[in-house]
């Protein structure tokens, strides 16, 4: 079975710090991995996935995240903190699939919160 | 072009009613998701339909939950003899690849 362990509920940065967000996943094999975010009262929003191609992940918004197997990591980051980005975080993992998607295993979610 | 769509939006039904939840997944998508977001559980899988293949409804809480999808697109959630602890906020999903396209979700409160 997979599962994804995100540390820290809740983190806050000033506005302009650096954002990290920690995922850690379980996976007998190297799954797919995904980071989603929820802004209130809306649904989930894809900022990046990694689907065993570049380890390095680029995605919206200025955010990225780095594939470490030997970790088992998926770190999210962003070099500065815009107070827009305060939302919460969700990391989620899947079997790897070269076909069809298969549902997502989430983690319990990292609330971000920016001030000034 | 038009993200997945839910209705209602909103529902509010007394312990021990039956529930209909909607979801118009994105033109084309093959695949339907629908997941369960709670306080106390966080993000939950709950079914999975894929094409014409059987649904994966490994993630049905209890057999008062069913789901079907109608002519691979819209699909209903079912909740039947309500409880409060289904009280959550029911997200649907669809995809053609990996990546799933979430709706806004229904908030359920059982009363």
């Known amino acids: 079975a997979q599962s994804v362990t995100q540390l820290g509920s809740h983190v806050s940065v000033s506005e302009g710090a650096l954002v990290l967000l920690r995922c850690n996943y379980s996976s007998s094999v190297p799954p797919y991995l995904f980071w989603y975010v929820q802004y209130p009262n809306q649904g989930l929003q894809l900022l990046l996935k990694y689907t065993s191609a570049a380890t390095l992940v680029k995605g919206i918004n200025g955010f990225e995240a780095e594939f470490k197997k030997s970790e088992t990591s998926f770190h999210l980051t962003k070099p500065s903190a815009h107070m827009s980005d305060a939302a919460e975080y969700f990391c989620?993992?899947?079997?790897?699939?070269?076909?069809?998607?298969?549902?997502?295993?989430f983690g319990t979610g990292t609330r971000l919160q920016v001030t000034l | 072009g038009a993200g997945v769509s839910q209705s209602p939006s909103n529902k509010v039904t007394e312990k021990g009613k039956d529930v209909e939840l909607r979801c118009d997944p994105i033109?084309?998508?093959?695949?339907l998701y629908w997941y369960r977001q709670s306080l106390g559980q966080g993000l939950e899988f709950l079914i999975y339909f894929q094409g014409n293949s059987a649904p994966d409804k490994s993630g049905l809480p209890s057999d008062r939950f069913s789901a079907e999808r109608t002519g691979g697109s819209v699909s209903t959630l079912t909740i039947q003899r309500t409880q409060q602890e289904d009280s959550a906020v029911y997200l649907c999903?669809?995809?053609?690849?990996?990546?799933?396209?979430f709706g806004p979700g229904t908030r359920l409160t059982v009363l």
């Open positions: 033109s084309g998508h093959t695949a």
């Open positions: 999903a669809s995809s053609l690849w990996q990546e799933q396209f």
């Open positions: 989620a993992v899947s079997p790897p699939n070269t076909g069809t998607a298969s549902k997502l295993t």
